[in-house]
């Protein structure tokens, strides 16, 4: 069974950080890329960065440039996502999802999604 589970969301004041967990299980894992979204009430889902377990590779939206930072550890079959200065309009419900064989931020192309970890920061 396919599985990809969030964890570390929270509330947090503005200017301070978290670090999500996505641990995924039933694929493998070297495979696919492995991607982080966010949906705030309202709003449409929005990708914020990726990162290909095959190659390392790295995007990151510009709303998030230079303050947040993904990484990968395929021993444990976990992505990570460490926000800082996080700001008030981060606040949303972050999602990771896997894609297959290709690194991307189009929400279509992935084939897997986790149930989403809250993330609230309070100005």
């Known amino acids: 069974e396919v599985q990809l589970v969030e964890s570390g969301g929270g509330l947090v004041q503005a200017g301070g950080s978290l670090r999500l967990s996505c641990a995924a299980s039933?694929?493998?894992?070297?495979?696919?890329?492995i991607g982080w979204f966010r949906q705030a009430p309202g709003k449409e889902r929005e990708g914020v960065s990726y990162v290909s377990s095959s190659d390392g590779s790295t995007y990151y939206a510009d709303s998030v440039k230079g303050r947040f930072t993904i990484s990968c550890d395929n021993a444990k079959n976990t992505v990570y996502l460490q926000m800082s200065s996080l700001k008030p309009e981060d606040t949303a419900t972050y999602y990771c999802?896997?894609?297959?064989?290709?690194?991307?931020?189009?929400?279509?192309?992935?084939?897997?999604w986790g149930q989403g970890t809250q993330v609230t920061v309070s100005s």
């Open positions: 999802a896997a894609a297959l064989g290709i690194a991307t931020m189009a929400p279509y192309e992935y084939d897997y």
């Open positions: 039933g694929f493998t894992f070297d495979d696919y890329a």
